[in-house]
């Protein structure tokens, strides 16, 4: 037999056997620290893909965990084009799946855990649209606080650090479920993220809301315990408050401070100028306008801040996937307000 069959036929044979909480990834042992497999207390699928795993719970049918090993170079490389095709995990059973139907009209988009900008080739970026590698998040959150001070924060740390970062993303909790699969949403989202070089580890621990707001990062001992998960990292690892080198101060600073959204479906004198007193009363760090269509009011908006501020205005483009039930006021523009 060709040893191309092995990792097919390890997970058929997986497929045949009660679920436990003793997970192997015989295939990509080399995503964990050390080839460390955590431990859960949640029963689940090992699921090895190009550039991540994911510890899948078909009783909540979302990922408990997944991990990644990201560096420099890699990040650094070419990356595809978004293919924004979900799909549903074929090697899963089918009544452990969550389905693309669950998703529909739910009002919560389909979250990635391995982000879609962490992949830089075709396939990983293809199988980062598996739903076994996403969860039912508040839509704010996913296109604006997660993505934005979560997911690129520790991109740009991985990039400045010599050597590997591994990054465990999930969730844990529930506030309901969506669908005819009853897919659980989750009350906490969670990123780990652990630089063996220096030993320090630190985790993002978020709300699943649209009005979440940022916190500084919490201790890996406190991530462990709020989520009853043991990733194994070294005991004597050290906190992001512990020594820290400039690449660390600079994600904390990133990361302190309240997030809120302010709509404009078009041109608002009154909702500007709310903005514009906030700034000059001292309190807004940086604000960030984010659009899909509408580039011209995008624009507008971003100059009549400038002009009356000295606060300079970011722009970014973010194009949500397409659905034939779920519809995005895609002409809408979402000025994205950092507090200090």
């Given amino acids: 037999m060709s040893m191309q069959w092995l990792p097919q036929l ?11 909480a003793f997970a192997l990834f015989e295939a990509c042992q080399d995503l964990f620290p050390n080839q460390q497999i955590p431990s859960s207390p949640q029963t689940g699928r090992d699921l090895c893909f190009n550039s991540f795993a994911v510890y899948y719970s078909p009783a909540d049918k979302k ?32 009544r452990e799946r969550a389905l693309l139907a669950d998703y529909r009209g739910s009002g919560y988009d389909r979250g990635h855990n ?13 199988q980062s649209f598996s739903l076994a590698n996403t969860m039912p998040q508040a839509r704010q959150n996913n296109q604006g606080i997660w993505a934005k001070n979560v997911e690129e924060p520790t991109r740009q740390y991985a990039k400045r650090v010599d050597g590997d970062v591994y990054v465990f993303t999930g969730s844990t909790g529930k506030i309901g479920s969506i669908g005819n699969g009853q897919v ?44 009853g998960i043991d990733f194994h990292l070294p005991e004597d690892v050290a906190p992001l408050h512990g020594k820290k080198t ?92 950092r507090t200090k």
Avoid: C
């Fill in 114 to 126: 391995a982000p879609a900008g962490d992949m830089t080739n075709e396939r990983a970026m293809g």
């Fill in 63 to 94: 990922p408990i965990y997944t991990v990644e090993k990201l560096n420099g170079e890699r990040l650094a490389a070419p990356h595809p084009r978004r293919t924004n095709q979900f799909y549903e995990e074929a090697r899963l059973p089918f």
């Fill in 184 to 227: 659980t949403i989750p009350e906490h989202l969670f990123k780990l993220v652990y630089e063996p070089s220096k030993n320090t580890a630190w985790a993002y621990w978020v709300e699943n809301t649209n009005d979440a707001t940022m916190s500084p990062p919490i201790t890996y001992q406190d991530l462990k315990e709020k989520t």
């Fill in 246 to 337: 400039n690449a660390a101060r600079q994600t904390q600073q990133i990361l302190v401070g309240g997030w809120y959204p302010v709509f404009f479906d078009e041109y608002s004198p009154s909702k500007i100028q709310e903005v514009v007193a906030s700034i000059k009363a001292g309190r807004v760090s940086s604000i960030q306008i984010q659009y899909d269509r509408n580039a011209e009011l995008a624009k507008q908006l971003a100059l009549e801040i400038q002009s009356q501020t000295s606060l300079q205005v970011s722009l970014s483009q973010n194009s949500p996937p397409e659905s034939k039930t779920v519809t995005y006021e895609r002409n809408r523009v979402t000025a994205i307000i």
């Fill in 10 to 20: 390890l997970l058929s044979i997986s497929l045949l056997t009660p679920l436990s």
